[in-house]
């Protein structure tokens, strides 16, 4: 995936996390973690290449897009890179491995996103 694609799914995955899909109040934070997914993917796939001002970009935007406080999911997907980034070494060795240092990434981001 190229960085054009990159930033094609970031935007297209950051417009659909600020849209009003009517879901219940507990869903309101699982949603926005979506842009930090295709950060993830986009991450691990491209072994780093992806900049971390494209995280802080998104996040940014993000809390633009949902009147949120500024700098709150730029904060959020810039610690989430940076957690991605660390474990790359874990996270090339296979699928397995890969899914696990994803799920314990987003683990971590949503126990600091509810802090």
Do not use: I, K
């Not at 417009?15 to 949603?31: I, S």
């Not at 957690?83 to 949503?110: C, H, N």
Request: aromatic share 10%.
């Amino acid at each position: 995936m190229s960085l054009v694609g990159t930033l094609l799914l970031v935007g297209l995955s950051t417009l659909a996390a600020a849209l009003p899909w009517g879901l219940p109040a507990d869903a309101c934070l699982v949603l926005p973690l979506l842009p930090y997914a295709v950060l993830h993917v986009a991450t691990v796939t491209r072994d780093g290449a992806v900049p971390e001002w494209l995280a802080f970009v998104a996040g940014l935007a993000l809390d633009l897009l949902t009147g949120g406080p500024l700098g709150y999911w730029a904060l959020v997907y810039l610690a989430g890179y940076g957690a991605t980034v660390l474990a790359l070494p874990w996270a090339r060795r296979g699928r397995g491995p890969a899914l696990a240092v994803y799920g314990a990434t987003l683990a971590w981001l949503a126990g600091v996103e509810a802090a």
